[in-house]
């Protein structure tokens, strides 16, 4: 066989079905970026692949049965570059250790498609995350936060869902903030988005990622899967105000289970889903966003040792100094 970009191989390996992430993620540290040894893997029958690199038989069957797509790859590879895209696998050196850190090596996906400055990943990353359906007062809340983090020169993530996450997006950027945007669908379907944010992606401020097939549609199982890597981009998250159920709330309560910097806004107990987090472990937060000193379990906070809160803040002066 021809050798190939080593991208295409990676593009390749990453979208074949029924192969897990695990196997993909576990031939990307083997092969790194030697697009020679993927050549030669892909010459391999399925017993090979077996005995040689200890890829389970049903998967080995799979990889072998998919070589003669392999030009298809090429193409969308070569498509993909000449339009400014940029590909980084798991193994790569510049790939978010975040990802890595809070999902793991092997459930990292192997693969993400992006648009703009990568450094970004080198910052300290925030996700403030919450509701489609937030009303006023949450979204002032939100943008909020968004402007504390800007203010903290911290990246914010989104997922350019509407309700809080777009406001987090719009707040930090109305304040030449920086974000990444992780898409619910393929990275060339989202012209519109691009051509929206296209000279805040040319100055660094904004770095677009799906982690999706390049063309695929947005779908409700692609958004509720990139949840995920909002959680896992992120150091710390931020949550306005959430329900006892969905994806918000799955997101926190597994972050706490596992250690994570979960913040939550406290609002004097009048949030019960809020409160239940805190009460799991979550971090309070009072009407400034900064972080309430002396809570303890049962939703009470020790007064002597409460931070004053001042009166309740309007939009119009969220942004003044």
Known sequence: MKELNRDTYLIALSHIQDVSTKTVNGILKEFGSEAGAYANFFELTADEMLSKHNIPIEEAVKIAEFKSQLPNFAFLNDNLVNQGF???????????????????????????????????????????????????????????????????????????????????????????????????????????????????????????????YPTAPWLVKLAMARNAYIYGLAGEIYIPKTNDSGGTWAGATSGIKKGRKVYVRYLDGKLPANLKLIELGAIPLDEEGDEIKGFVRGGKVNPKKKKNIKPPYEEGNLFEN
């Open 86 to 212: 940029t590909m980084v696998a798991a193994s790569d050196s510049n790939y978010p250790a975040n990802l890595i850190n809070n999902l793991g090596y092997d459930r990292t996906p192997s693969i993400l498609y992006l648009k703009g400055d990568i450094e970004i990943f080198k910052e300290q990353c925030i996700a403030i995350v919450g509701s489609r359906d937030a009303n006023e007062d949450d979204l002032n809340y939100t943008a909020l936060l968004s402007k504390k983090a800007t203010q903290e020169f911290k990246v914010v993530v989104s997922g350019f869902a509407k309700g809080v996450d777009k406001k987090a997006l719009d707040s930090a950027l109305e304040l030449n903030g920086k974000s990444i945007l992780v898409l619910p669908q393929g990275i060339l379907t989202f012209k519109s988005g691009i051509n929206e944010y296209y000279k805040k992606i040319l100055s660094g401020d904004v770095l677009i990622l799906s982690t999706f």
